[in-house]
């Protein structure tokens, strides 16, 4: 039996219009494409036993930078063994770069060429992250799928602010690379991603695109996206960007979002996705199915006998009554984040295999288009 580390490798096997049906190959097993990636912020998906998890289908969560430089250092992580085994999740894991804490923890950082000085919001103590320490963390963790270092700004921004942080994004990305050989990333089996940046402007996300793909990155991330800014923007930003983007590496689409968002997504060439709508969305009273959004804080649903959906294969969605969901949420009952987080999991995993199951088909458009209408027709009112 050989004990050949497994190369990091994607595969396009087939396109419906610009949807794209893929494999990604890392050193922790392999990851269908369209994929949705369950947010496991500080080595955790919120709610969720792991086990669970991949019994939905994940087949890759993702960890947090910032948050594990933090707690419990990198360091540590990586004598107890590395984050695979640390959380207990033997497949694959992608974990950011920390380049979305520059946006949303900007009272706590001072930003300059070099990199980013954080005031941990924890306990206040002081934290530099370089492009460098940042790649040097996400080793030290041994994820299969690492980001480049980049700064993220929120939207609307001056076309300046958009213009600078895109070139200090792109010098970041060079660092980035160079540390990433430093680490034998590639020697691993590991990938890094480049994450083109632009903000709104068109001709800013071309740029940052191409310049990226004349780089050897392994994948490449579209960021700096549903940052505040109106979903018919994204997806602009999309249709001008995916184009440039090489077609034989894997395309991830950061931190979105809706189910919407995905499905439109896939539609413009994207491949990966995170978000911690669906686990966040659980944990306060929401959850997503078929015919759309469930609020289950609703007095409406009180005395609902039926369950969220009785055809799905979870057993959050198809055994607890609507009754009992709502009972256990205007409780502020731990179960109630359990049971609609695991709900919410399953839908977005639900919905990806459908994706997979259309492109290849060459049934996407009719997919996309029948699962609109099932959200459209909404929930139906108990009797």
Known sequence: MSTE????????????GMARRGEITTPHGTVQTPAFMPVGTQATVKAMYPEQVRELG????????????????????????????????????????????????????????DGVRFQSHIDGQKYHLT?????????????????QLDECIKLPSPPEEVRRAMELSLRWAERSRVQFEKMDGPSKGQGLYGIVQGGDVPELRVQSAERLREM??????VGGLAVGEPQEVMLRMLEVTTPVMPTDKPRYLMGVGT????????????DQFDCVMPTRAGRHGLAYTRFGKVNLKNARHAEDHRPLDEESDCPATSTYSRAYL???????????GM?????????????????????????F?????KTKADWAKGDIDAL
Not at 132 to 139: L, M
Not at 216 to 221: H, K, N, R
Request: charged share 25%; net charge negative.
């Open 131 to 147: 492009p460098e320490r940042s790649v040097e963390i996400q080793g030290l963790l041994g994820s299969d799928i690492q980001m």
């Open 216 to 221: 050897p990155f392994e994948g490449f991330s």
């Open 365 to 369: 458009e009719d997919f996309r288009l």
């Open 259 to 270: 189910p919407d968002d995905l499905l439109e997504s896939v539609a413009r060439g994207i």
């Open 58 to 113: 994940a087949e890759v969560v993702l960890g947090n930078t910032y948050h594990l430089m933090l707690r419990p250092g990198a360091e540590r992580v990586a004598r107890l063994g590395g984050l695979h085994k640390f959380m207990n999740w033997p497949h694959t894991i992608l974990t950011d770069s920390g380049g979305f804490q520059v946006m949303s923890l900007a009272q706590l950082r001072k930003l300059d060429e």
């Open 339 to 363: 049971l609609l987080t695991w709900n919410n999991l399953a839908y977005y995993q639900f919905l990806m295999k459908g994706m997979r199951d259309a492109i290849e088909a060459g049934t």
């Open 326 to 336: 709502h009972h256990l949420v205007r409780a502020g009952e731990g179960l109630a």
């Open 5 to 16: 580390t497994p190369k990091f490798a994607f595969k396009l096997k087939t396109t419906d």
